[in-house]
């Protein structure tokens, strides 16, 4: 039985996402916008689970003979930048496109999502139990969301994140790691022949970033990928610098596991080299997986994706999709297609349809 229709549905996602979109919910500042959807679901009569800024429910006839599936989004949003020139946080529709900061990454698939969430909550003969998960902090991978529920949620066989790809299946996703480097040298004065230059030991290290390969390409996610991103060094114009301090930025991805490939740079560069984290690893699935094939069958393409979000988190088999276009994330009066979130609804309940027949 479905409680509620399509129509209202669509109506009633859109409504929401402009009232997320009014409330600002920078990451670890979400608790009015936890505050909203859960006062949505409990207004459709359904219970909800809160931890921290994370807000889940469970469909109707939950089971745990059978297998789990589990729907998460985010509903934290990065800083507006400074060349917005419509206010982020005023919801407004022009030309079929609502803008709001956070409308297209990742309230659109959210509110999508949560609309398929109701669609299946009543059914008494579904193969399978949803959760709706709407999480904090995925911009900033903090750890105070998805992963700080995880076990709550008890067992979870395959994961949807919804995020925006146009509705098509990302099943591999790069991961990340953080590296802060120090090159050591030794401090003399700038007129004589003393002193180890730092800034010259490092640009030795920062040319092995820059031109090292992988002997491992992912056939999905190709070549691991580093890039230095920042440096410093120096005191005064006339000292030999004893340190220099720069930083990279390394997607990994699925041919490697994050402590192999820092393992292996340690080994290459003659500097420090510490991780702020190796947790964030790639992700994916395979592609006979049933879910995979299901979506495959009504028309969705596959691919491999280079940006980062909750999948690294998620220890299960997981696909990243949700109507919108990664290309807008993060972007300056970022906006979503009203009617690529009724398509994405429809989308959604038609590919977890097919797994009910």
């Known amino acids: 039985m479905n409680l509620f229709s ?13 009232d997320l979109i009014a409330i600002p919910s920078l990451s670890r500042e979400e608790d009015k916008t936890a505050d909203l959807l859960q006062e949505f ?5 359904i219970e909800s689970t809160r931890k921290g800024n994370n807000v889940w429910a469970k469909n109707q006839h939950f089971s745990e003979e059978k297998p789990t599936y589990l729907l998460n989004s985010h509903h934290d949003t990065v800083k507006p930048n400074a060349q917005y020139t419509l206010d982020p946080f005023q919801p407004q529709v022009k030309d079929g496109k609502l803008y709001g900061l956070g409308s297209n990454d990742a309230g659109g698939p959210l509110v999508s999502l949560l609309a398929t969430f109701l669609w299946f909550y009543g059914k008494k003969d579904l193969p399978f139990n949803l959760i709706i998960a709407m999480t904090a902090e995925e911009e900033i991978s903090g750890r105070e969301g998805i992963a700080s529920i995880w076990e709550d949620l008890g067992k979870v066989d395959f994961a949807i994140v919804g995020e925006p790809t146009q509705m098509n299946l990302a099943i591999a996703e790069k991961g990340l790691m953080v590296l802060d480097c120090v090159a050591h040298g030794k401090a003399g004065h700038a007129a004589r022949e003393e002193g180890i230059n730092a800034i010259e030991k490092a ?7 820059h031109t090292y390969s992988f002997m491992k390409e992912s056939a999905l996610l190709g070549p691991v990928k580093m890039t230095v991103t920042q ?16 930083v990279v930025d390394v997607r990994t991805t699925d041919a490697y596991q994050n402590k192999e490939i820092l393992e292996l740079i340690k080994s290459c560069v003659d500097c420090e080299v510490n ?11 395979a592609t006979d997986h049933p879910m995979v094939q299901a979506g495959v069958a009504i028309g969705m393409s596959t691919f491999g994706s280079v940006t980062l979000s909750d ?10 999709i949700g109507p919108g276009d990664s290309a807008r994330s993060h972007s300056a009066d970022e906006y979503i297609y009203v ?7 429809k989308r959604y309940i038609q590919w977890l349809g097919q797994i009910t027949q």
Do not use: Y
Request: net charge negative; with cysteine; charged share 20%.
């Open 41 to 45: 679901l409990t207004q459709k009569g």
């Open 339 to 345: 009617n690529e979130i009724e398509e994405g609804i």
């Open 203 to 209: 640009m030795d290290a920062i040319h092995w970033f």
């Open 231 to 246: 440096i410093e060094a120096g005191s005064q114009h006339n000292v030999v610098p004893a340190t220099c301090s720069f």
């Open 275 to 285: 991780a702020r984290s190796t947790r964030l690893n790639p992700s994916g699935v």
């Open 311 to 320: 999948q690294a988190l998620i220890p299960c088999p997981s696909v990243k």
């Open 6 to 18: 399509e129509k209202q549905l669509i109506q009633e996602a859109i409504q929401l996402l402009k």
